[in-house]
């Protein structure tokens, strides 16, 4: 189902996404209200989300067909939408792809395969009812839990991809404004979104988030995002950056961090596998597990894609099998010494 109020965006994206054998656009509407009484005598296996709609905006449509009519949702939108789309994805939607650029674009092509790919993975998805929308939190009306670290551990790797945005603010308010170990994040974003993210998950979590920059170090409390087309290690309390071949189908790739960290901290640190589609970061995660590192990834009752979690748990790379829920509070466990490294 597509929902745009542009009709000729409406026909252009038509066109594209039924240029895949493996899609049919079942029903296109203009606005959020239409939307919303026809979905369930349409029930699309997947959706196509404008978010500047007249009347109830994508965010809003969003929010009430994850409430009432829980269905896979692909948000496609411009480069200027960025801030509403990742509030889309916290209330439900699944990713968040360009509006292809027109035919004479250079990067139209590739562009139009990433729309395509998204929308058949994400129709194969099933998902469930979310709640009715939670206050918004923002760091500055978080409250603090003491947080006292016995452990030796000093460094969080997590490895994030299809899911993670929302994940990662789940994982990291659980963590409270005074975790006191430095995070170091690879979550698989398109490149036009990566600043937009960066500042959106600053305002989201009670951490303060950094882009990675090469050869700064890290400092306890903080987290920070590998950039687009660099893959992120750690050496000596500070970050290395370099661009290289992809590891996993992945620059930046998660099993590049997590075997730094194997390599040159793996006492000092945990490692994390949250939700995404493909294997990244699950060799990472063995490596770190053998090295002597303390590892969990995502269980499959909460991951919205078990992928990347999936093939660490059938590797034997995480000690832990946890729900998303409650990954946060085992770590803060962990640090305290109530579970035993």
């Given at each position: 189902?597509?929902?745009?109020?542009?009709?000729?965006?409406?026909?252009?994206?038509?066109?594209?996404?039924?240029?895949?054998p493996?899609?049919?656009?079942?029903?296109?509407?203009?606005?959020?209200?239409?939307?919303?009484?026809?979905?369930?005598?349409?029930?699309?296996?997947?959706?196509?989300?404008?978010?500047?709609?007249?009347?109830?905006?994508?965010?809003?449509?969003?929010?009430?067909?994850?409430?009432?009519?829980?269905?896979?949702?692909?948000?496609?939108?411009?480069?200027?939408?960025?801030?509403?789309?990742?509030?889309?994805?916290?209330?439900?939607?699944?990713?968040?792809?360009?509006?292809?650029?027109?035919?004479?674009?250079?990067?139209?092509?590739?562009?139009?395969?990433?729309?395509?790919?998204?929308?058949?993975?994400?129709?194969?998805?099933?998902?469930?009812?979310?709640?009715?929308r939670?206050?918004?939190?923002?760091?500055?009306?978080?409250?603090?839990?003491?947080?006292?670290?016995?452990?030796?551990?000093?460094?969080?790797?997590?490895?994030?991809?299809?899911?993670?945005?929302?994940?990662?603010?789940?994982?990291?308010?659980?963590?409270?404004?005074?975790?006191?170990l430095?995070?170091?994040?690879?979550?698989?974003?398109?490149?036009?979104?990566?600043?937009?993210?960066v500042?959106?998950?600053?305002?989201?979590?009670?951490?303060?988030?950094?882009?990675?920059?090469?050869?700064?170090?890290?400092?306890?409390?903080?987290?920070?995002?590998?950039?687009?087309?660099?893959h992120?290690?750690?050496?000596?309390?500070?970050?290395?950056?370099?661009?290289?071949?992809?590891?996993?189908?992945?620059?930046?790739?998660?099993?590049?961090?997590?075997?730094?960290?194997?390599?040159?901290?793996?006492?000092?640190?945990?490692?994390?596998?949250?939700?995404?589609?493909?294997?990244?970061?699950?060799?990472?995660?063995?490596?770190?597990?053998?090295?002597?590192?303390?590892?969990?990834?995502?269980?499959?009752?909460s991951?919205?894609?078990?992928?990347?979690?999936g093939?660490?748990?059938?590797?034997?790379?995480?000690?832990?099998?946890?729900?998303?829920?409650?990954?946060?509070?085992?770590?803060?466990?962990?640090?305290?010494?109530?579970?035993?490294?």
């Open positions: 189902m597509l929902v745009d109020d542009s009709p000729t965006q409406r026909l252009f994206l038509t066109d594209l996404i039924q240029s895949c493996e899609l049919m656009v079942c029903a296109a509407f203009n606005s959020g209200e239409e939307a919303l009484l026809q979905i369930e005598k349409i029930n699309p296996q997947v959706i196509s989300m404008d978010l500047h709609l007249p009347g109830i905006n994508g965010l809003e449509t969003t929010r009430r067909i994850m409430e009432t009519w829980p269905t896979p949702i692909v948000v496609v939108t411009s480069e200027q939408d960025l801030e509403l789309s990742f509030q889309a994805l916290r209330a439900g939607a699944l990713t968040v792809v360009p509006k292809p650029q027109g035919p004479g674009h250079a990067g139209h092509q590739q562009q139009v395969m990433q729309l395509c790919t998204q929308l058949r993975i994400m129709s194969e998805i099933r998902v469930v009812r979310q709640r009715p939670a206050p918004l939190i923002l760091k500055s009306s978080v409250e603090g839990i003491k947080v006292i670290n016995t452990s030796p551990y000093e460094i969080l790797g997590v490895a994030a991809s299809t899911g993670g945005p929302k994940a990662l603010v789940t994982l990291f308010n659980a963590l409270g404004p005074d975790f006191p430095a995070a170091l994040v690879v979550q698989h974003m398109t490149d036009s979104f990566f600043d937009s993210f500042s959106w998950l600053d305002t989201m979590i009670p951490q303060a988030v950094y882009k990675a920059e090469h050869g700064a170090s890290i400092q306890p409390g903080s987290v920070y995002l590998a950039p687009p087309h660099q992120m290690r750690y050496f000596e309390g500070r970050i290395q950056l370099a661009a290289g071949p992809a590891v996993s189908f992945q620059c930046p790739s998660a099993t590049v961090l997590l075997e730094s960290l194997a390599l040159g901290a793996a006492r000092r640190s945990i490692g994390v596998v949250l939700t995404g589609m493909g294997n990244d970061g699950a060799q990472g995660l063995l490596a770190l597990s053998k090295a002597g590192g303390y590892t969990c990834a995502e269980a499959e009752s991951a919205i894609v078990y992928g990347m979690p093939v660490a748990a059938q590797l034997g790379a995480a000690r832990y099998l946890l729900p998303l829920a409650e990954i946060g509070p085992h770590l803060l466990r962990v640090l305290s010494q109530e579970v035993k490294p």
